[in-house]
């Protein structure tokens, strides 16, 4: 506990050096202790040191902690990693084994979140299978937007344009200032001939984007045609 408040202080003061040795003596003195692993994954990533708190989640995994939640969250995070650095196959695979071992709360809603998106955007699987991940993950967090902008999408791309509507419509409803979800509903109304509505969605899309909208020029070009 003690060890626990020393990483709190060091960490509060940005005491990046001092912060790491906390870190590790709460690991020597008790090996077993799960979460200083996953106290130290958070520290190496937060120094942009993948490799690093990757080898931190690996020992989790190693150590095979006797509640399965742990071992499901190390997954989690493994997969997350995994995706970032475009090793898909990787990823996938750790997300599997993360809902093997948890299935039915909020946390595993991530990964099947997650390995929905792997499915339909990077073709690591059914499009059928990544619907069904998706709808299950809004089942376990019905409050998160970008779930119902993913399942939207999964059906977008199995040309379900006029379903995909009804999703993308319950994401704005639930976070109505994210760019992306509108101009998702522009594609998909584009997609099924409602030439007023895209353009109306388009252009919601490019105001909340702002200066900085990486989306922009792709936008205008489409505002363009419909025009």
């Known amino acids: 506990f003690l060890l626990d408040q020393k990483v709190r202080v060091y960490s509060t003061q940005g005491d990046t050096a001092n912060t790491e040795a906390a870190l590790r003596q709460v690991r020597e003195a008790d090996p077993q202790y799960i979460d200083a692993y996953f106290k130290k994954f958070a520290f190496y990533k937060s120094q942009n040191k993948g490799d690093q708190a990757i080898t931190e989640l690996q020992e989790v995994v190693n150590l095979k902690p006797d509640d399965p939640r742990q071992l499901a969250q190390a997954h989690l995070l493994l ?15 750790n997300y599997e084994r993360s809902i093997g071992l948890d299935s039915r709360t909020p946390v595993a809603s991530i990964a099947l979140n997650n390995l929905a998106w792997l499915m339909a955007d990077k073709g690591k699987g059914n499009l059928d299978k990544a619907a069904e991940h998706a709808r299950k993950a809004i089942q376990l967090a019905p409050t998160v937007a970008s779930y119902y902008d993913m399942l939207g999408f ?21 976070r109505s200032n994210e760019a992306a979800f509108h101009k998702h509903l522009a594609e998909a ?3 099924s001939g409602e030439k007023a509505k895209a353009l109306q969605s388009y252009e919601q899309a490019l105001k909340l984007g702002g200066g900085n909208y990486r989306d922009a020029e792709a936008i205008k070009t489409e505002i363009a045609k419909l025009r």
Not at 155 to 174: D, F, M, P, T
Request: charged share 45%.
């Open 79 to 93: 997969g997350m990693m995994e995706e970032e650095r475009g090793r898909y196959d990787e990823a996938v695979k």
């Open 154 to 174: 999964v059906l977008y791309k199995k040309g379900l344009s006029e379903v995909a509507i009804e999703q993308y419509r319950k994401a704005i409803e639930r």
């Open 189 to 191: 109304y584009q997609k």
